[in-house]
């Protein structure tokens, strides 16, 4: 297992109670199943709205189960935002 950090952005850092807070997974689905157990209820359904950076990088459309996470690395959830 990986250990890093996973850093919520606006509406996720609400629904989460918290900005950031370890990741101990193998791979984003690991990550965020963790996270959808620390905070059931709203941070649930704000993760099915959201983006993924990990390490910097977009995650698109592939499936979390696919993206590896690296020891000491860096999740972004990033909620969907207006303005410009």
Known sequence: MA???VRYWAAAKAAAGTAEEPYDATTLA?????ARERHPGELVRVLRRCSFLVDGDP???RAHETVRLAEGGT???????AGG
């Open 3 to 5: 250990k890093g950090t």
């Open 30 to 34: 690991g990550a965020l199943d963790a």
């Open 59 to 61: 995650v698109g459309t």
């Open 75 to 81: 999740v972004e959830v990033l909620p969907p935002f």
